[in-house]
């Protein structure tokens, strides 16, 4: 009898350990959790507050991981201290993102029941299109050892509503519109007035060099739906003509900008950029559609 009264506390000791950890994973997005101590009702990807079961963005991106009604953490005053780091490798497993104590902002803790945690990932430099990454965010408990982990694989893609066209020997790595008033990539096409829009290329390679200098040329245009013309530089880079800019200038980033005031064009604004090769028959055009809100 005394044997069976011990094997049968220990199986609740056991039993009761198990019950503390948790796996999970969505067979869709390949989103994969494992908690120990902490728990977690519902964790899901959203992009612009909807939900999302995909694991392939478009550079600029942003994505979060939210955490629903999480329990298990020690509680001090009523008040949970939850800790949080992300960490970001690419294909090779090397570590392009990282980040910790995301959640140092609430020294004195948070009160918050259910308890709604979120972890948000830009898609962007150094994270860049045709890659394979992988996003690990642990959560852990200041006042207790409790921990809760998950991981996401996912790809990157360029954003299909640029369009590019190289001729001769340009090449580039990144083609995206950003806008300085939402300080973020704009990947839905729509822009405001009164903002500063940028039209980026990075990594862009292939023209002559002149004890490394190159010569390049810009120009920008836009026309609205009914074509009529909205912005027409002809030359953005026309100071560099006789004296170039070093060619690592070049390669690192190429970009123009412009803003939009008042409301005398019809949407969509199509807008074309060209870089082009003075020394060369090198070029390359983006062109994208914009709608003005």
């Known amino acids: ?18 019950f503390s950890k948790s796996v999970k994973k969505d ?8 908690g120990d101590l902490l728990t977690c009702e519902d964790v899901y990807l959203t992009v612009n507050d909807e939900r999302i079961t ?5 550079f600029g991106e942003i994505f979060t991981i939210n955490y629903n009604d999480m329990q298990g953490f020690a509680r ?24 910790d104590e995301l959640y140092s902002k609430y ?7 259910p308890l709604h945690l979120t972890a948000d990932l830009t898609v962007a430099s150094p994270i860049y299109s ?25 790809s990157v893609r360029p954003n299909d509503k ?11 790595s990144e083609a ?33 060099e002149v004890n490394g200098l190159v010569f390049p040329g810009l120009s920008l245009k836009a026309s609205d739906s009914e074509g009529n013309m909205i912005l027409n530089n002809a030359d953005m880079f026309v100071q560099y003509t006789e004296a170039g800019v070093a060619a690592s200038d070049l390669t690192s980033r190429v970009s123009s900008h412009f803003s939009l005031t008042g409301s005398e064009f019809k949407n969509p604004l199509h807008t074309e950029m060209v870089i082009w090769d003075k020394k060369s028959s090198a070029k390359l055009i983006l062109s994208t559609d914009l709608t003005v809100e």
Request: with cysteine; hydrophobic share 35%.
């Open 54 to 58: 995909r694991n392939s963005f478009v």
């Open 76 to 99: 001090e005053n009523g008040n949970v201290f939850p800790s949080m780091e992300m960490i970001v490798t690419d294909h090779s497993q090397d570590t392009v993102f990282y980040a």
């Open 1 to 18: 009898m005394k044997i069976t009264h011990a094997s049968f506390i220990i199986l609740l000791i056991v039993t009761g350990c198990q």
């Open 130 to 154: 045709n890659g394979e990454y992988s996003l690990t965010v642990n959560i852990s408990d200041r006042k207790g050892s409790g921990t809760y982990s998950s991981i996401l694989k996912f």
């Open 27 to 34: 067979l869709v997005s390949g989103l994969t959790t494992k």
């Open 107 to 113: 020294p004195e803790g948070m009160k918050y029941d």
């Open 162 to 172: 640029i369009l590019t066209e190289k001729r001769g020997i340009a090449e580039y």
């Open 176 to 208: 995206y519109i950003f806008s300085q008033g939402r300080d973020n990539v704009i990947t839905d096409g729509k822009i405001g007035l009164d903002d500063n829009i940028y039209i980026i290329v990075e990594g862009l390679k292939g023209f002559s």
